[in-house]
Protein backbone atom coordinates (compact mmCIF):
# COMPACT_ATOMS: atom_id res chain seq x y z
CA UNK A 1 0.00 0.00 0.00
CA UNK A 2 1.71 2.96 -1.02
CA UNK A 3 1.69 6.41 0.76
CA UNK A 4 -0.65 9.23 -0.54
CA UNK A 5 -2.00 12.84 -0.30
CA UNK A 6 -5.24 13.87 -1.23
CA UNK A 7 -6.41 16.98 -1.07
CA UNK A 8 -10.54 18.22 -1.03
CA UNK A 9 -12.49 21.13 -0.71
CA UNK A 10 -15.18 21.00 1.73
CA UNK A 11 -17.64 23.64 2.34
CA UNK A 12 -14.60 26.53 1.10
CA UNK A 13 -12.33 24.94 3.71
CA UNK A 14 -9.26 23.08 2.38
CA UNK A 15 -8.72 19.63 3.46
CA UNK A 16 -5.40 17.71 3.10
CA UNK A 17 -5.47 13.71 4.17
CA UNK A 18 -1.99 12.06 4.01
CA UNK A 19 -2.41 8.23 4.17
CA UNK A 20 0.76 6.57 6.12
CA UNK A 21 -0.09 2.98 5.58
CA UNK A 22 0.89 0.75 8.94
CA UNK A 23 1.76 3.61 11.23
CA UNK A 24 -0.76 3.16 13.79
CA UNK A 25 -0.62 7.05 13.88
CA UNK A 26 -3.39 9.79 13.54
CA UNK A 27 -2.83 13.80 13.41
CA UNK A 28 -5.53 16.52 13.02
CA UNK A 29 -4.09 20.06 12.46
CA UNK A 30 -6.10 22.88 11.92
CA UNK A 31 -5.07 25.91 10.40
CA UNK A 32 -6.67 29.77 10.05
CA UNK A 33 -5.03 31.57 7.70
CA UNK A 34 -5.22 34.86 9.30
CA UNK A 35 -2.19 35.41 11.66
CA UNK A 36 -1.27 38.51 13.31
CA UNK A 37 -1.56 40.16 10.24
CA UNK A 38 -4.69 41.01 11.47
CA UNK A 39 -3.78 43.12 13.93
CA UNK A 40 -2.17 45.66 11.92
CA UNK A 41 -5.45 45.69 9.76
CA UNK A 42 -7.48 45.91 13.01
CA UNK A 43 -5.62 48.96 14.17
CA UNK A 44 -5.92 50.82 10.68
CA UNK A 45 -9.70 50.03 10.99
CA UNK A 46 -10.39 51.30 14.72
CA UNK A 47 -7.00 52.76 16.11
CA UNK A 48 -6.63 49.94 18.55
CA UNK A 49 -3.34 48.82 19.40
CA UNK A 50 -3.75 44.96 19.69
CA UNK A 51 -0.24 43.67 18.38
CA UNK A 52 0.59 40.53 20.54
CA UNK A 53 -2.91 39.73 21.15
CA UNK A 54 -3.30 37.01 18.63
CA UNK A 55 -0.55 35.31 20.55
CA UNK A 56 -2.30 35.54 23.26
CA UNK A 57 -5.59 33.88 21.66
CA UNK A 58 -3.44 31.22 20.90
CA UNK A 59 -2.67 30.61 24.54
CA UNK A 60 -6.35 30.79 25.96
CA UNK A 61 -7.74 28.56 22.91
CA UNK A 62 -6.38 25.92 25.22
CA UNK A 63 -8.92 27.37 28.19
CA UNK A 64 -12.06 25.99 28.88
CA UNK A 65 -13.56 25.03 25.26
CA UNK A 66 -17.07 23.94 24.10
CA UNK A 67 -16.48 20.03 25.29
CA UNK A 68 -13.43 20.41 27.80
CA UNK A 69 -12.78 21.96 30.81
CA UNK A 70 -9.04 23.62 31.20
CA UNK A 71 -8.36 20.59 33.43
CA UNK A 72 -9.33 18.09 30.74
CA UNK A 73 -7.98 20.10 27.93
CA UNK A 74 -4.49 19.43 29.99
CA UNK A 75 -5.18 16.05 30.93
CA UNK A 76 -6.56 14.51 27.50
CA UNK A 77 -3.01 15.16 25.28
CA UNK A 78 -1.11 14.28 28.52
CA UNK A 79 -2.37 10.87 28.79
CA UNK A 80 -3.75 10.79 25.26
CA UNK A 81 -1.36 11.79 22.49
CA UNK A 82 0.36 14.84 22.08
CA UNK A 83 -1.03 18.58 20.91
CA UNK A 84 0.85 21.87 20.46
CA UNK A 85 -0.18 25.34 18.45
CA UNK A 86 2.11 28.12 16.74
CA UNK A 87 1.09 32.00 15.26
CA UNK A 88 3.04 33.63 12.50
CA UNK A 89 2.29 37.01 10.79
CA UNK A 90 -0.16 34.55 8.12
CA UNK A 91 -1.03 31.93 10.26
CA UNK A 92 -2.35 30.15 13.64
CA UNK A 93 -2.09 26.49 13.97
CA UNK A 94 -3.52 24.05 16.19
CA UNK A 95 -2.37 20.03 16.22
CA UNK A 96 -3.53 16.79 18.24
CA UNK A 97 -1.44 13.64 17.40
CA UNK A 98 -2.10 10.20 18.61
CA UNK A 99 -2.09 6.53 17.53
CA UNK A 100 -5.14 5.59 15.32
CA UNK A 101 -7.63 4.48 17.97
CA UNK A 102 -7.89 7.85 19.16
CA UNK A 103 -9.26 9.55 15.77
CA UNK A 104 -12.41 10.74 17.15
CA UNK A 105 -10.92 12.01 20.10
CA UNK A 106 -8.24 14.14 17.83
CA UNK A 107 -10.58 15.54 15.99
CA UNK A 108 -12.88 16.70 18.78
CA UNK A 109 -9.61 18.20 20.28
CA UNK A 110 -8.49 20.25 17.95
CA UNK A 111 -11.95 21.38 16.76
CA UNK A 112 -12.30 22.21 20.29
CA UNK A 113 -9.30 23.84 20.38
CA UNK A 114 -9.35 26.11 17.40
CA UNK A 115 -12.74 26.89 17.47
CA UNK A 116 -12.85 28.08 20.98
CA UNK A 117 -14.46 31.48 21.07
CA UNK A 118 -13.09 31.85 24.52
CA UNK A 119 -16.63 32.95 26.05
CA UNK A 120 -16.49 29.87 28.66
CA UNK A 121 -12.99 31.17 30.28
CA UNK A 122 -13.19 32.83 32.95
CA UNK A 123 -11.35 35.93 33.91
CA UNK A 124 -9.31 33.97 36.15
CA UNK A 125 -7.83 31.79 33.65
CA UNK A 126 -7.75 34.74 31.46
CA UNK A 127 -5.26 36.76 33.71
CA UNK A 128 -3.18 33.27 34.43
CA UNK A 129 -2.35 32.96 30.92
CA UNK A 130 -2.21 36.29 30.36
CA UNK A 131 0.68 36.14 33.15
CA UNK A 132 2.44 33.17 31.38
CA UNK A 133 2.58 34.91 27.81
CA UNK A 134 4.37 37.79 29.43
CA UNK A 135 6.43 35.98 30.77
CA UNK A 136 7.58 34.55 27.66
CA UNK A 137 7.45 38.32 26.42
CA UNK A 138 10.09 39.60 29.03
CA UNK A 139 12.13 36.01 28.54
CA UNK A 140 12.99 36.94 24.74
CA UNK A 141 13.54 40.34 25.79
CA UNK A 142 16.42 39.31 28.31
CA UNK A 143 18.12 37.19 25.66
CA UNK A 144 19.63 39.88 23.18
CA UNK A 145 20.48 37.45 20.18
CA UNK A 146 16.79 35.94 20.87
CA UNK A 147 15.08 39.12 20.20
CA UNK A 148 17.43 40.26 17.88
CA UNK A 149 16.24 36.90 15.35
CA UNK A 150 13.03 37.77 16.54
CA UNK A 151 12.49 41.00 15.12
CA UNK A 152 14.40 40.92 11.85
CA UNK A 153 11.09 40.26 9.74
CA UNK A 154 10.00 43.35 11.23
CA UNK A 155 12.59 45.76 10.91
CA UNK A 156 12.83 44.52 7.77
CA UNK A 157 9.14 45.01 6.46
CA UNK A 158 9.21 48.39 8.30
CA UNK A 159 6.72 47.57 10.72
CA UNK A 160 6.43 49.30 14.19
CA UNK A 161 8.43 48.05 16.91
CA UNK A 162 4.99 45.77 18.41
CA UNK A 163 4.28 44.23 15.10
CA UNK A 164 6.38 41.26 15.92
CA UNK A 165 3.94 38.51 16.59
CA UNK A 166 4.79 38.58 20.68
CA UNK A 167 3.80 42.52 20.81
CA UNK A 168 5.71 43.79 24.06
CA UNK A 169 4.25 42.99 27.52
CA UNK A 170 3.46 46.68 28.09
CA UNK A 171 0.72 46.46 25.73
CA UNK A 172 -0.01 42.71 25.89
CA UNK A 173 -0.52 43.63 30.13
CA UNK A 174 -3.46 45.89 29.10
CA UNK A 175 -5.52 43.23 26.92
CA UNK A 176 -8.84 42.28 28.37
CA UNK A 177 -10.95 39.29 27.58
CA UNK A 178 -13.19 40.63 26.19
CA UNK A 179 -11.01 42.03 23.42
CA UNK A 180 -9.74 38.80 23.19
CA UNK A 181 -13.04 37.36 22.54
CA UNK A 182 -13.53 40.06 19.51
CA UNK A 183 -10.50 39.16 18.01
CA UNK A 184 -10.89 35.78 17.92
CA UNK A 185 -14.02 36.18 15.99
CA UNK A 186 -12.23 38.26 13.48
CA UNK A 187 -9.41 35.26 13.48
CA UNK A 188 -12.32 33.02 12.52
CA UNK A 189 -13.26 34.91 9.86
CA UNK A 190 -10.45 34.00 7.59
CA UNK A 191 -11.55 32.99 3.99
CA UNK A 192 -8.76 30.45 3.90
CA UNK A 193 -9.37 27.49 6.36
CA UNK A 194 -7.25 24.54 6.15
CA UNK A 195 -7.45 21.06 7.71
CA UNK A 196 -4.63 18.85 7.51
CA UNK A 197 -5.07 15.48 8.83
CA UNK A 198 -2.56 12.26 8.55
CA UNK A 199 -3.91 8.79 9.02
CA UNK A 200 -3.53 5.03 8.57
CA UNK A 201 -5.66 3.85 5.89
CA UNK A 202 -5.34 0.13 7.30
CA UNK A 203 -6.96 1.33 10.32
CA UNK A 204 -9.54 3.86 8.38
CA UNK A 205 -11.01 5.38 5.78
CA UNK A 206 -10.94 8.65 4.16
CA UNK A 207 -14.53 8.84 3.78
CA UNK A 208 -14.95 7.77 7.77
CA UNK A 209 -12.69 10.57 8.63
CA UNK A 210 -14.60 13.60 6.12
CA UNK A 211 -17.61 12.34 7.50
CA UNK A 212 -16.39 12.62 11.41
CA UNK A 213 -14.60 15.95 10.63
CA UNK A 214 -17.95 17.45 8.92
CA UNK A 215 -19.60 16.51 12.26
CA UNK A 216 -17.89 18.33 13.78
CA UNK A 217 -17.62 21.47 11.68
CA UNK A 218 -21.34 21.53 11.68
CA UNK A 219 -20.95 21.47 15.83
CA UNK A 220 -18.59 24.29 15.67
CA UNK A 221 -20.33 26.54 12.90
CA UNK A 222 -19.29 29.80 12.82
CA UNK A 223 -21.69 32.65 12.56
CA UNK A 224 -21.71 34.23 9.51
CA UNK A 225 -22.40 38.36 9.86
CA UNK A 226 -20.81 41.37 9.16
CA UNK A 227 -17.06 41.54 9.46
CA UNK A 228 -15.14 43.94 10.60
CA UNK A 229 -12.55 44.21 7.18
CA UNK A 230 -12.50 42.21 3.58
CA UNK A 231 -10.03 40.06 2.66
CA UNK A 232 -8.89 42.88 0.24
CA UNK A 233 -8.04 44.94 3.43
CA UNK A 234 -6.03 42.17 4.83
CA UNK A 235 -4.29 41.81 1.52
CA UNK A 236 -3.73 45.30 0.92
CA UNK A 237 -1.59 45.66 4.26
CA UNK A 238 0.45 42.26 3.83
CA UNK A 239 4.32 42.86 3.96
CA UNK A 240 7.56 42.34 2.33
CA UNK A 241 11.27 42.57 3.07
CA UNK A 242 12.22 46.01 1.39
CA UNK A 243 15.30 45.99 -0.21
CA UNK A 244 18.04 47.49 2.09
CA UNK A 245 20.40 47.34 4.90
CA UNK A 246 18.78 48.13 8.51
CA UNK A 247 20.89 48.28 11.23
CA UNK A 248 19.13 46.71 14.64
CA UNK A 249 20.90 47.76 18.18
CA UNK A 250 21.84 44.95 20.07
CA UNK A 251 23.73 44.60 23.59
CA UNK A 252 25.20 40.85 22.13
CA UNK A 253 29.03 40.81 21.45
CA UNK A 254 28.40 38.72 18.30
CA UNK A 255 27.47 40.44 14.70
CA UNK A 256 24.46 39.08 14.13
CA UNK A 257 22.79 38.74 10.34
CA UNK A 258 20.10 37.87 8.98
CA UNK A 259 19.33 37.91 4.94
CA UNK A 260 15.88 37.96 3.42
CA UNK A 261 16.61 37.13 -0.69
CA UNK A 262 13.40 37.25 -2.81
CA UNK A 263 12.99 33.82 -4.68
CA UNK A 264 11.31 33.73 -8.93
CA UNK A 265 10.02 30.47 -7.99
CA UNK A 266 8.08 28.50 -5.81
CA UNK A 267 8.96 26.90 -2.56
CA UNK A 268 9.84 23.56 -3.44
CA UNK A 269 12.34 24.71 -5.93
CA UNK A 270 13.82 27.29 -3.48
CA UNK A 271 14.41 24.54 -1.08
CA UNK A 272 16.72 23.20 -3.11
CA UNK A 273 18.33 26.25 -4.02
CA UNK A 274 18.58 27.10 -0.67
CA UNK A 275 20.10 23.91 0.47
CA UNK A 276 22.72 24.19 -2.36
CA UNK A 277 23.83 27.56 -1.77
CA UNK A 278 23.90 26.94 2.51
CA UNK A 279 25.69 23.67 2.61
CA UNK A 280 25.59 21.43 -0.96
CA UNK A 281 27.32 24.07 -3.26
CA UNK A 282 31.29 21.47 -3.46
CA UNK A 283 33.40 23.46 -1.69
CA UNK A 284 31.71 26.90 -2.37
CA UNK A 285 29.06 26.95 -0.05
CA UNK A 286 28.19 29.50 2.54
CA UNK A 287 28.88 26.88 5.26
CA UNK A 288 32.10 25.68 3.44
CA UNK A 289 33.51 29.44 2.85
CA UNK A 290 32.18 31.17 5.73
CA UNK A 291 32.62 28.48 8.75
CA UNK A 292 35.25 25.67 7.60
CA UNK A 293 37.99 27.77 5.46
CA UNK A 294 37.76 31.24 7.74
CA UNK A 295 36.04 29.38 11.19
CA UNK A 296 33.86 32.81 11.25
CA UNK A 297 31.12 31.28 12.62
CA UNK A 298 29.50 28.30 14.38
CA UNK A 299 27.43 27.96 11.29
CA UNK A 300 25.34 29.06 8.55
CA UNK A 301 21.44 28.54 8.56
CA UNK A 302 19.39 29.11 5.43
CA UNK A 303 15.23 28.09 5.82
CA UNK A 304 12.72 29.23 3.14
CA UNK A 305 9.55 31.50 4.11
CA UNK A 306 6.88 33.18 2.94
CA UNK A 307 6.45 37.04 3.35
CA UNK A 308 3.22 38.47 1.16
CA UNK A 309 2.78 35.40 -0.42
CA UNK A 310 6.34 35.74 -1.83
CA UNK A 311 9.03 32.84 -1.27
CA UNK A 312 12.11 34.17 0.68
CA UNK A 313 15.38 32.75 1.26
CA UNK A 314 16.17 33.38 4.45
CA UNK A 315 20.34 33.32 6.05
CA UNK A 316 21.11 33.91 9.18
CA UNK A 317 25.10 34.07 10.74
CA UNK A 318 26.62 35.67 13.41
CA UNK A 319 30.14 36.77 14.08
CA UNK A 320 32.67 38.61 15.89
CA UNK A 321 31.98 41.76 15.57
CA UNK A 322 35.27 42.64 14.32
CA UNK A 323 34.79 40.30 11.40
CA UNK A 324 31.55 41.82 10.08
CA UNK A 325 33.14 42.99 7.03
CA UNK A 326 35.33 39.90 6.28
CA UNK A 327 31.75 37.78 6.57
CA UNK A 328 29.60 40.41 4.36
CA UNK A 329 32.60 39.64 1.10
CA UNK A 330 32.70 36.31 2.47
CA UNK A 331 28.72 36.15 1.37
CA UNK A 332 28.88 37.34 -1.54
CA UNK A 333 32.42 35.40 -2.58
CA UNK A 334 30.34 32.31 -2.25
CA UNK A 335 27.30 32.96 -3.79
CA UNK A 336 29.56 34.10 -7.18
CA UNK A 337 31.59 30.98 -6.82
CA UNK A 338 28.62 28.62 -6.19
CA UNK A 339 26.81 30.00 -9.36
CA UNK A 340 29.66 30.51 -11.72
CA UNK A 341 30.99 27.06 -11.30
CA UNK A 342 27.91 25.03 -11.95
CA UNK A 343 27.56 23.06 -14.10
CA UNK A 344 26.06 19.68 -15.37
CA UNK A 345 28.15 17.66 -13.00
CA UNK A 346 27.47 19.41 -10.53
CA UNK A 347 23.94 19.55 -11.42
CA UNK A 348 24.16 15.64 -11.17
CA UNK A 349 25.78 15.31 -7.74
CA UNK A 350 23.02 17.87 -6.30
CA UNK A 351 19.94 15.47 -7.72
CA UNK A 352 21.89 12.23 -6.38
CA UNK A 353 22.18 14.22 -2.59
CA UNK A 354 19.26 15.36 -2.59
CA UNK A 355 17.43 12.26 -3.68
CA UNK A 356 19.79 10.43 -1.27
CA UNK A 357 18.58 11.94 1.61
CA UNK A 358 14.72 12.30 0.75
CA UNK A 359 15.68 8.40 1.07
CA UNK A 360 16.89 8.54 4.76
CA UNK A 361 14.14 11.64 5.52
CA UNK A 362 11.51 8.68 4.27
CA UNK A 363 12.50 6.77 7.30
CA UNK A 364 10.64 8.73 9.59
CA UNK A 365 7.09 8.73 8.46
CA UNK A 366 6.18 11.99 10.35
CA UNK A 367 8.89 13.55 7.53
CA UNK A 368 5.53 13.73 4.96
CA UNK A 369 4.11 15.65 6.73
CA UNK A 370 6.62 18.39 5.13
CA UNK A 371 3.63 18.52 2.49
CA UNK A 372 1.48 20.16 5.12
CA UNK A 373 4.00 22.97 5.71
CA UNK A 374 4.73 23.75 2.16
CA UNK A 375 0.77 23.86 1.80
CA UNK A 376 0.66 26.07 4.39
CA UNK A 377 3.53 28.71 2.92
CA UNK A 378 2.85 28.47 -0.90
CA UNK A 379 -0.47 26.10 -1.83
CA UNK A 380 0.07 26.85 -5.12
CA UNK A 381 3.40 24.73 -5.45
CA UNK A 382 1.87 21.74 -4.84
CA UNK A 383 -1.19 22.37 -7.33
CA UNK A 384 1.06 20.63 -10.35
CA UNK A 385 1.28 17.31 -8.29
CA UNK A 386 -1.84 16.52 -7.12
CA UNK A 387 -2.73 13.57 -9.44
CA UNK A 388 0.53 11.87 -8.67
CA UNK A 389 0.21 12.81 -4.85
CA UNK A 390 -3.16 11.54 -5.10
CA UNK A 391 -1.65 7.53 -6.13
CA UNK A 392 2.13 7.83 -4.54
CA UNK A 393 3.38 10.56 -2.32
CA UNK A 394 7.07 9.13 -3.47
CA UNK A 395 6.57 9.09 -7.05
CA UNK A 396 5.40 12.51 -6.65
CA UNK A 397 8.67 13.86 -4.87
CA UNK A 398 10.19 12.56 -7.62
CA UNK A 399 8.51 14.25 -10.00
CA UNK A 400 9.20 17.97 -7.87
CA UNK A 401 13.21 16.98 -8.48
CA UNK A 402 12.67 16.38 -12.59
CA UNK A 403 10.68 19.76 -12.79
CA UNK A 404 13.55 21.39 -10.99
CA UNK A 405 15.73 20.77 -14.46
CA UNK A 406 19.67 21.91 -15.04
CA UNK A 407 17.60 24.47 -17.12
CA UNK A 408 15.53 25.87 -13.92
CA UNK A 409 18.00 25.41 -11.33
CA UNK A 410 20.82 27.12 -13.38
CA UNK A 411 17.99 29.81 -14.25
CA UNK A 412 17.25 30.91 -10.57
CA UNK A 413 20.81 30.62 -9.88
CA UNK A 414 21.76 33.59 -11.86
CA UNK A 415 18.34 35.67 -10.63
CA UNK A 416 20.27 34.69 -7.37
CA UNK A 417 23.45 36.37 -7.94
CA UNK A 418 21.89 38.72 -10.10
CA UNK A 419 19.70 39.81 -6.60
CA UNK A 420 23.07 39.70 -5.17
CA UNK A 421 24.98 42.17 -7.48
CA UNK A 422 22.55 44.65 -7.50
CA UNK A 423 21.62 44.50 -3.95
CA UNK A 424 18.18 43.60 -4.57
CA UNK A 425 17.44 42.10 -0.80
CA UNK A 426 17.00 42.60 2.52
CA UNK A 427 19.72 42.74 5.63
CA UNK A 428 19.01 43.33 9.11
CA UNK A 429 22.27 43.38 11.52
CA UNK A 430 22.93 44.25 14.56
CA UNK A 431 26.07 46.51 13.80
Known amino acids: MQKTFNTRTLDNIKVNLLALPNSNYFKMEIVSHYGSNV??????????????????????????????????????????????????????????????????????????????????????????????????????????????????????????????????AKTVATFSLQEAITMKKVLLTSPRMSYNISYDPTKTTEAEIIQKVLEQKKRFQVESGETLFSHADYTSLLKQPRHNVFIRPSGSGQAMNVIFIPLDCDIITGEIVMRYIESLADQTSLNEIIREKHGLTYGVDAYIDTFGNKCFMCINCDVDKNAQEQFLSLFEESIALSVDNFNQTKYASLSKIIRLRRVLSSLNLKKYESLFLIDKNDYRALEPYYKILKSDVDLAYEAMYKACSFKVFSEQLKLLKRRINDNAYSRVSSV
Open 39 to 168: ERVYEKITGKNVYGISHLIEHLSFKTSKDFTTQELMDVPRNEGYHNASTTYDYIDYFFETTAQNMDLAIKYCFNVAYNDLTKVTEKEFETEKNVVLNEIRRYDDDEQAIFYFNTFQAAAGLCEEDNVLGI
